[in-house]
């Protein structure tokens, strides 16, 4: 899947809808355009934080997301330089403003012992940095939507 800059999809977007909105006055032969038929939704929670948890966590494979809720969960992965050890993260969205108290992120850590994951402690400063980095991706995402 190709993934366009946020600001050149929603060019697109604007550029795709911009004929349509020309069509509406004068000519009575012209048919009306159903609105309803492309009605967008919007998601529950703020957008960039979404777009950046998703971008951040690509290379893990995904078991829920839940844009409504906000709630990313990933399956277990283990990192090739280090197979012993495996990871699975939770991201909680919980508000729709663009802050730092409204990500959340948790992980589970196992350890591969005599052939056994077990259950291994998490740094607390592995969260610490992956909401920094959703958040950091975040906002260069809505900056790059402002500027155009």
Known sequence: MVRLPVSLSS?????????????????????????AASK????GVNAYLWRASLDTLSFMP???TDSNGGVIVTDWYANPNSPNERMKLTVSILDQDLRADALRVA???????????????????TTQKLEEVILTKARDLRRMAISG
Do not use: E, F, Y
């Not at 967008?40 to 998601?43: F, L």
């Not at 992980?107 to 400063?125: F, H, T």
């Open 107 to 125: 992980a589970s850590r196992q350890v591969n012992q005599n052939g056994q994951w077990v259950d291994a402690p998490v740094k607390a400063a």
């Open 11 to 35: 060019g697109l977007l604007l550029a795709a809808l911009l004929p349509l909105a020309a069509c509406g006055g004068g000519s009575k032969d012209r048919p009306k355009a159903d609105l």
């Open 62 to 64: 995904m078991v829920q």
């Open 40 to 43: 967008v939704t919007t998601i």
